[in-house]
């Protein structure tokens, strides 16, 4: 099927690909891209930018590297700024934030009370609270095509730029052929909450046939090897995120803190299983003989390997007879139970869903909570 190109809808808020880039705003620099144009899904909306709120849990995987598991926040409010519906990942940021409150106000201010408050907000505070940003398809000035995270007041900038763009020279910015764009961002230091954000047009300096040196602004077309890397790099913007119920954001927060059954409820819930490293029984072709050797397996074909007797995985498949000779009763409902390691995956009891109220931290008072998490300071 081929890929579908739409028309930006620069007045307006701006099928599932695997991408290989995610881009961000680099502070203090040139980030030259050039914004896509409404893309796959999108080409007949004319969305050409998304705006997505997201919490991540974050899992390591085998090799030892960190890797997120993001999914769409389920919170929303009216016009008052009620919240009408609940998200347990934000209830939890709430809540701690509340405990945050509460201990400052108890500590005597030492370095060493700082050093630990910082880390709590760090840890039980912000890496509850939904990441917000806008997302955008772009190709970088080397030609590399991806998704690009700029926060919303980066979008302000932006759409007033394509905007004077088109008025002063007709022309799309994110049309074809469309022209690079350099995101500013103006930071002090890390963390600076006076950071600001401006977009302008990317020049290319060169000189022209007198030798004098002149600045253009940079253009690109959507050639057949443009369409190939957007096909292959960048994403639906309506598909981007994963959707989870309240039930199950819930769920991980029980696992939270449990490394063996938070990966593989991860597995369940997203379908990516992620791979680690294993002992599994293999059959020499030759000889019948059986012998371990250490492989890498999934996730959910891990706790099958690790929880069944050794005999299993070599044994004749015990689905064999009942399929042929059983009606589809008992003797099929043994072979295909899960094994007991499935158990952190079903939904926990409804008393012990309830992330906020029924957690751990919900159920001590101040004083308990403080001796639990400052070590009885």
């Given at each position: 099927?081929?890929?579908?190109?739409?028309?930006?809808?620069?007045e307006?808020?701006?099928?599932?690909?695997?991408?290989?880039?995610?881009?961000?705003?680099?502070?203090?620099?040139?980030?030259a891209?050039?914004?896509?144009?409404?893309?796959?899904?999108?080409?007949?909306?004319g969305?050409?930018?998304?705006?997505?709120?997201?919490?991540?849990?974050?899992?390591?995987t085998?090799?030892?590297?960190?890797?997120?598991?993001?999914?769409?926040?389920?919170?929303q409010?009216?016009?008052?700024?009620n919240?009408?519906?609940?998200?347990?990942?934000?209830?939890?940021a709430?809540?701690n934030?509340?405990?945050?409150?509460?201990l400052?106000?108890q500590?005597?201010?030492?370095?060493?009370?700082k050093?630990?408050?910082a880390?709590?907000?760090?840890?039980?505070?912000?890496?509850?609270?939904p990441n917000k940003?806008v997302?955008?398809?772009?190709?970088?000035?080397?030609?590399?095509?991806?998704?690009?995270?700029?926060p919303?007041?980066?979008?302000?900038?932006?759409?007033?730029?394509?905007l004077?763009?088109?008025?002063?020279?007709?022309?799309?910015?994110?049309?074809?052929?469309?022209?690079?764009?350099n995101?500013?961002k103006?930071?002090?230091?890390?963390?600076?909450?006076?950071?600001?954000y401006?977009?302008e047009?990317?020049?290319?300096?060169?000189?022209?046939d007198?030798?004098?040196p002149?600045?253009?602004?940079?253009t690109?077309?959507?050639?057949?090897?443009?369409?190939?890397?957007?096909?292959?790099?960048?994403k639906?913007?309506?598909?981007?995120f994963?959707?989870?119920?309240?039930?199950?954001?819930?769920?991980l927060?029980?696992?939270?803190?449990?490394?063996?059954?938070?990966p593989?409820?991860?597995?369940?819930?997203?379908?990516?299983?992620?791979?680690?490293?294993?002992?599994?029984?293999?059959?020499?072709?030759?000889?019948?003989?059986?012998?371990?050797?250490q492989t890498?397996?999934k996730?959910?074909?891990?706790?099958?390997q690790?929880?069944?007797?050794?005999?299993?995985p070599?044994?004749?498949?015990?689905?064999?007879a009942?399929?042929?000779?059983?009606?589809?009763?008992?003797?099929?409902?043994?072979?295909?139970?899960?094994?007991?390691?499935?158990?952190?995956?079903?939904?926990?009891?409804?008393q012990?869903?309830?992330?906020?109220?029924g957690?751990?931290v919900?159920?001590?008072?101040?004083e308990?909570?403080?001796?639990e998490?400052?070590?009885g300071?």
């Amino acid at each position: 099927m081929a890929l579908q190109i739409g028309v930006s809808d620069l007045e307006g808020g701006g099928s599932n690909n695997n991408f290989a880039n995610w881009f961000q705003i680099k502070a203090n620099e040139t980030n030259a891209f050039r914004v896509l144009p409404p893309v796959f899904s999108n080409a007949t909306t004319g969305r050409w930018s998304q705006f997505e709120a997201t919490h991540s849990v974050w899992v390591t995987t085998a090799s030892g590297k960190k890797r997120p598991y993001n999914f769409r926040c389920l919170e929303q409010k009216d016009k008052a700024g009620n919240i009408t519906v609940e998200c347990p990942f934000c209830g939890m940021a709430r809540q701690n934030q509340q405990r945050y409150d509460v201990l400052k106000a108890q500590m005597a201010g030492t370095p060493e009370e700082k050093k630990k408050l910082a880390e709590f907000m760090r840890t039980q505070v912000w890496s509850f609270q939904p990441n917000k940003k806008v997302y955008l398809n772009v190709i970088s000035l080397e030609g590399s095509a991806g998704v690009l995270a700029i926060p919303y007041k980066c979008l302000i900038s932006l759409k007033a730029k394509l905007l004077d763009i088109r008025s002063q020279f007709g022309q799309d910015p994110t049309g074809n052929p469309g022209m690079f764009l350099n995101f500013k961002k103006i930071q002090a230091y890390k963390g600076d909450r006076d950071t600001s954000y401006a977009v302008e047009q990317y020049l290319e300096h060169m000189t022209d046939d007198n030798g004098q040196p002149i600045a253009r602004p940079k253009t690109h077309m959507i050639d057949e090897q443009a369409m190939t890397n957007i096909e292959n790099n960048c994403k639906d913007l309506s598909d981007l995120f994963r959707d989870l119920t309240a039930s199950q954001m819930n769920q991980l927060l029980t696992a939270m803190n449990d490394p063996t059954a938070l990966p593989v409820l991860l597995d369940s819930m997203f379908g990516e299983p992620e791979k680690v490293a294993a002992t599994k029984m293999v059959e020499d072709a030759q000889t019948g003989a059986q012998y371990a050797v250490q492989t890498e397996l999934k996730n959910n074909e891990i706790q099958t390997q690790t929880n069944l007797p050794q005999a299993a995985p070599i044994a004749p498949p015990p689905v064999a007879a009942p399929v042929v000779a059983a009606p589809i009763a008992a003797p099929i409902a043994a072979p295909i139970a899960p094994p007991p390691v499935a158990a952190p995956i079903a939904p926990p009891p409804v008393q012990q869903a309830a992330p906020v109220v029924g957690s751990s931290v919900e159920a001590m008072d101040d004083e308990q909570f403080a001796a639990e998490f400052f070590g009885g300071e």
